[in-house]
């Protein structure tokens, strides 16, 4: 049962539309029960031209009637949009995410530029809900008015994490050491040459297992009403990039601060439930977490779509000689990694009444020029 449909629906933006977030973000949008797409923005190669000109669509899906004519903007901050999306290259993102917040709007975004500022929620809505009280903060901290910034975690953190919430609930976590196989399609279009990925493994991604190390610290930690306190769990990554489409897998060995039986484990992830409220969004499942019995599974391309692409595929529940316990997990990097998550968490801002519905920019003071 989703939560009821709003009187009126919120008017989205996506910036960086054009990229392989973007394009991801577009196409759920196209039938959302809350949200309609009317602004896209990329750079200046794609602005200009309708988006079904400017991008170069990688999707089985065809491109959402609404979107097709659209014009691509620019990084034009009175854009006719309650909120957008940032999925937006990292090397703009930090400056344009700031301009759009000051200008009103609030940034849902799935760059790294803002994920571990101090006063930014760095957000899964089934493990830290809470860190939206941040927000005010934030809005007084940097002198915003309607606007602000959220994030969504890294693609590879947003599945460990996910499965790492109930045990941390059930019975503290030490340490994890974690070793990923990552997709191509993490590393956006073009992405990865062929020349290096096809037949082969590249044991290194860019600033990857720093992430990894960090944001996990900050999510399974608490906003103290001032600040964020990390979770202070030891945390171990190795990133790969491996000749998958979609879908990063990982292996994951675990230390608990309580002895558990693997059964206990197991029953922890399978029963991981969200409360009703939480499950009414439209993009949420009530058990984001499968657990799968096969003793070879999870694999990419049979379980990547689990649950629309929001769930995270467990297996291989088993005991670990170093740590506690080990299993392997998987989760859609476009889908959970990133427009999926970013998509769940405007929809919980929106139930929390963070979303307002902005006058259009010709009725409103957006008409006046911003400074940057
Ligand atoms: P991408 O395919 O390279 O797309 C980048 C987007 O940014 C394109 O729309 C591009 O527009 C736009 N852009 C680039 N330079 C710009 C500029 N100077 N001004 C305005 N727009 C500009 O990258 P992606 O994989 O979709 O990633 C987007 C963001 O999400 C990145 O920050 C990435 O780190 C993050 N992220 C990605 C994943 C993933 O699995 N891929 C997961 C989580 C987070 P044009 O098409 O016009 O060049």
Redesign the pocket.
């Known amino acids: 049962m989703h939560a009821k449909p709003p009187e009126k629906k919120w008017k989205a933006g996506v910036?960086?539309?054009?990229?392989?977030?973007?394009?991801?973000l577009v196409q759920m949008l196209g039938n959302h029960p809350w949200f309609d797409l009317t602004e896209v923005?990329?750079?200046?190669?794609?602005?200009g031209r309708t988006y079904a000109e400017?991008?170069?669509w990688h999707l089985d899906a065809p491109i959402p009637d609404a979107a097709r004519g659209l014009v691509?903007k620019?990084?034009d901050l009175s854009l006719d949009c309650d909120f957008v999306f940032?999925?937006?290259?990292?090397?703009?993102?930090g400056t344009?995410e700031e301009d759009f917040a000051r200008a009103g709007y609030p940034v849902v975004?799935?760059?790294?530029?803002h994920r571990m500022d101090p006063d930014v929620p760095l957000l899964i809505p089934e493990v830290n809900a809470a860190h939206l009280d941040a927000i005010p903060l934030q809005q007084k901290n940097r002198g915003y008015d309607t606007g602000f910034i959220v994030t969504?975690?890294?693609?590879s953190t947003?599945g460990l994490v996910l499965v790492l919430k109930p045990l941390v609930d059930a019975f503290g976590l030490e340490k994890i050491f974690v070793v990923t196989l990552q997709?191509i399609?993490?590393?956006?279009?073009?992405?990865v040459a062929s020349l290096d990925i096809q037949g082969n493994v590249v044991p290194f991604i860019s600033g990857e297992e720093e992430k990894m190390e960090a944001e996990p610290q900050k999510l399974l930690g608490k906003w103290d009403g001032s600040r964020f306190v990390d979770a202070g769990i030891g945390l171990s990554a190795h990133c790969n990039r491996v000749p998958v489409i979609d879908g990063?897998l990982e292996c994951v060995s675990i230390g608990l601060k309580k002895i558990a039986s693997l059964d206990e484990v197991r029953e922890a992830l399978r029963n991981f439930e969200v409360d009703a409220d939480l499950a009414s969004l439209p993009t949420a499942l009530r058990n984001p977490i499968v657990v799968l019995d096969e003793e070879n599974r999870p694999q990419p391309r049979r379980d990547v779509n689990a649950g629309n692409g929001m769930a995270a595929v467990v297996g291989r529940v088993r005991e670990c000689p170093l740590l506690d316990v080990k299993l392997t997990l998987l989760s859609h990097?476009?889908v959970r990694?990133?427009a999926g998550?970013a998509l769940l968490n405007a929809e919980l801002l929106a139930v929390r009444g963070f979303l307002k519905h902005r006058r259009a920019p010709s009725e409103s003071r957006l008409a006046e020029p911003v400074s940057r």
């Open positions: 910036l960086g539309a054009t990229g392989v977030v973007g394009q991801r923005a990329a750079s200046e190669r794609s602005s400017a991008v170069r691509v620019g990084l940032s999925a937006l290259d990292s090397s703009v993102a344009a975004s799935n760059s790294r530029n969504n975690p890294n693609c947003a997709a399609s993490g590393a956006g279009y073009p992405g990063h990097n476009l990694g990133a998550a």
